[in-house]
């Protein structure tokens, strides 16, 4: 009896485990003139070092809340880093005026609404949630 409870419960947990495994996907609006971008380049605007985008537009990093799942392992799939890290790296530029995190957003649908009606926006959210008014520049994988 307590094996057929832990199958039961094994199975109903795979679909948030494959929630957990969607892809994160940087995106940008339909009207952005960057069709893609390397991890290098979105490393750099999403860590404030730069914030141009290819096309030379002033870039817009938006990010998502800090309880949000998909933040965690935007930043962990993009640089290796946890959580803490990014928070302590941030401390320090703060602090020292040098530059300022990506703007906050709410959720991924408000992501998805403030890429799609500015081309100086972008964002990340899980594959799943894209919409056809933005475009893909950039995925991360499941490791």
Request: charged share 20%; net charge positive.
């Amino acid at each position: 009896m307590l094996r057929r409870y832990f199958l039961v419960c094994c199975f109903a947990a795979i679909p948030a485990i494959a929630a957990a495994a969607d892809d994160i996907v940087v995106i940008v609006s339909q009207k952005t003139a960057v069709n893609k971008m390397s991890r290098d380049e979105v490393i750099n605007i999403f860590l404030g070092r730069n914030r141009q985008l290819p096309s030379g537009v002033t870039a817009l990093p938006l990010d998502l809340p800090s309880t949000s799942p998909e933040r965690e392992q935007f930043y962990s799939r993009l640089t290796g880093k946890s959580m803490s890290e990014i928070n302590a790296y941030w401390a320090r530029l703060i602090f020292s005026g040098r530059a300022s995190p990506p703007s906050m957003v709410h959720s991924q649908e408000e992501a998805m609404q403030m890429v799609a009606d500015n081309r100086s926006a972008m964002g990340y959210v899980a594959r799943s949630k894209v919409a056809p008014s933005v475009k893909i520049i950039f995925e991360l994988h499941p490791e």
